[in-house]
């Protein structure tokens, strides 16, 4: 019944180094269902644990391109076509005088996006999560460096990826109860 | 991040950080001072004093919705007065905190971690300060939401033709997007928060706030994306934003404004004013936080050089202003020059030039950048030569029309002091608040800075 319920099994590290040939260590041996956790951002960790697909510069891209047309689109149907005021004798559609908005509007949507982006896609806000059930997790957002084998890995099997994270010389380890 | 550190440890420069802390000591450091510190007798007195000042303002503001802009010293032909010169002058002093947060991340100067929270605090709340002038001076206040496209029962739009709307766009999209900014480099250092705080409610706010962040590295790798794509927005946007400041000006077609420097003057000005206050604020939360291994002399001497730099771009924007004002042959445009020195208000340019130009020159000596107490002294003058070259772009140009007859003074009135004085108030209250609630700086990128920071190989 203990097995059914873990979440996962997780390993302690000291330092970045450890934690990044840990991660590497665990996904060459074929485990990829797991995740690393750090006080900071650590460059290529990610790519160790077989993340590769980020997908926020594109999320960003659609909101600025959508941000950009409302823009010029509202200003261009506001003046020249739902109510057409003459200012000064200038043309209706004064595209030049349209710019500054449409430049704003493509920064404010990109903005909105990259932010609502990055949550969204992280699945945040969350703020449960299984992990948070390992007391020692707490040093996760000081000066501690966490890897996590997820039960529904394939490779999963309680004893064997215990004794395998044991072989990486990490710190301590605990089972994540679900 | 290596190389980020070897630089740090030139040995020419004093260093980012002081060395011998580790993620635990930095950690504990910044955090302590929101969760453990009590709030002590200064705290109380500063923030009460800035409390009060918060209340003039909001008094005097009470009574001008009561009895309208007559009280205060604005008439034709002088219709802008303080509104738009504190307007002015306090967007300009949140640009440093965009340009430290975001222009210096693109450049990759990790010196500036450990001032990029509070810098962006100040913009946040400076932003804030100026917000308020154009909706009170806009006469009916309880209208000003007419400045948005909003399909109204009136049918009508607004004018997009108009600096002044391009500069609602603006304004509120630089408002938006530094919260936001702000937010999200918060979203890690609230985790750390929520895991040290010992009080139940402090953990179930912070908790909050952290949006349930644990670290994992897919999710730093999509956040470090999102931060640095938000820098890069970020960056032409703090530059358009005073640009369409200066088009609110430059576009008319008054002399002494109907001028192309403006744009890059005022956006050389803007981070000139925003340093300074930068500086005024880090050298007594260094001094009275014991933050003196976070914000280091090499902090200090770094942001004089920016002073010393863009103070000198003013400088020149001042002197093309006079250049063209004889070169254009324009009789109106001379008349402004001449008015600026020899008019009734000629005192308060003299004091701009020496507030901008003259006294800032000190900080050529490398002694005078090195010292708080004179770069503190320094940035007083630069902050109050920056709010003089707002009076004088707005006031000078405006009292002499092109008619003799439409000539006119302005003599701010109790209520304008009141509101200027009162939102500085405000934004020291923010401040105060802020260093007791929040991280003052950033903990996760100060952690990036430590030597052990590096993944040896």
């Known amino acids: 019944m203990k097995a059914e319920r873990m979440y996962g099994i997780m390993a302690e590290f000291d330092s970045a180094t450890a934690l990044v040939e840990a991660a590497r260590k665990t996904h060459q041996a074929g485990y990829n269902k797991i995740d690393a956790y750090s006080p900071f951002p650590i460059e290529g960790l990610a790519e160790e644990i077989g993340f590769h697909r980020d997908e926020v510069p594109l999320v960003v891209l659609i909101g600025g391109l959508v941000g950009g047309l409302t823009g010029y689109l509202m200003q261009y149907w506001m003046s020249a076509v739902d109510y057409p005021l003459n200012i000064g004798g200038k043309p209706y559609h004064s595209w030049p005088a349209f710019i500054v908005i449409t430049f704003e509007m493509t920064i404010l949507f990109a903005g909105i996006s990259a932010v609502f982006g990055m949550l969204a896609l992280n699945g945040l806000p969350m703020p449960y999560h299984p992990v948070f059930n390992v007391p020692r997790f707490s040093s996760a957002s000081k000066d501690r460096f966490f890897l996590i084998v997820f039960s529904s890995d394939p490779k999963y099997d309680a004893a064997g990826t215990r004794s395998f994270l044991q072989g990486l010389e990490p710190r301590s380890i605990s089972e994540v109860p679900s | 991040m290596d190389e980020h550190y070897k630089t740090t440890i030139d040995a020419e420069q004093a260093p980012v950080i002081e060395p011998g802390h580790t993620f635990g000591t930095v950690t504990e450091k910044i955090s302590a001072i929101v969760l453990t510190r009590p709030a002590s007798n200064g705290w109380f007195v500063g923030f009460g004093v800035a409390f009060l000042l918060t209340m003039m303002m909001l008094y005097a503001i009470g009574y001008l919705f009561l009895k309208g802009v007559g009280i205060w010293g604005v008439t034709i032909p002088i219709g802008w007065g303080f509104a738009i010169v504190n307007f002015v002058w306090w967007i300009g002093i949140g640009h440093a905190g965009t340009l430290i947060s975001a222009i210096l991340l693109l450049l990759r100067q990790s010196w500036r971690n450990s001032i990029n929270r509070f810098a962006e605090a100040m913009t946040l709340f400076a932003v804030a300060c100026a ?208 008015n600026r020195l020899h008019g009734p208000y000629a005192t308060l340019y003299y004091l701009l030039l020496i507030c901008n130009i003259f006294i800032p020159q000190v900080l050529w000596i490398r002694k005078l950048r090195t010292s708080p107490v004179a770069l503190f002294l320094v940035s007083g003058v630069i902050l109050v030569g920056m709010w003089l070259e707002r009076f004088v772009i707005v006031v000078i140009s405006l009292h002499r029309d092109f008619l003799t007859s439409s000539w006119g003074m302005y003599y701010p009135t109790r209520w304008d002091w009141m509101t200027y004085i009162g939102t500085i108030g405000m934004f020291l209250a923010a401040m105060f608040l802020f260093l007791r609630l929040l991280p003052a700086i950033s903990i996760f990128e100060m952690r990036t800075l430590l030597p052990e920071a590096e993944v040896k190989e």
């Open chain 2, 131 to 338: 917000g308020i002038f154009p909706g009170i001076h806009v006469g009916r206040p309880w209208l000003a939401y007419w400045l948005f496209p909003y399909p109204s029962s009136m049918g009508v739009w607004p004018q997009f033709r108009s600096p002044l709307i391009w500069d609602v766009f603006a304004v509120s999209t630089y408002a938006t997007i530094s919260a936001m900014f702000w937010f999200i480099g918060l979203i890690p250092d609230m985790a750390t928060l929520r895991d040290r705080a010992t009080h139940p409610a402090a953990r179930i706010i912070y908790g909050m706030l952290s949006m349930g962040w644990r670290g994992s590295a897919r999710h730093w790798h999509r956040y470090e994306t999102a931060y640095l794509l938000m820098a890069g927005l970020a960056t032409p946007l703090v530059l358009s934003v005073h640009t369409v400041v200066s088009f609110d000006f430059a576009v008319g077609i008054v002399p002494g404004w109907h001028t192309t420097i403006f744009p890059p003057y005022f956006v050389a000005g803007a981070i000139y004013s925003g340093f300074a206050m930068v500086l005024m604020l880090a050298i007594p939360i260094r001094k009275i936080y014991g933050l003196e291994d976070f914000i280091t002399e090499r902090h200090l001497q770094n942001s004089a050089k920016v002073m010393l730099a863009t103070g000198l771009i003013v400088a020149y924007g001042y002197g093309i202003e006079a250049f063209m004002g004889w070169y254009s042959g324009d009789r109106y445009d001379a008349f402004t020059l001449w």
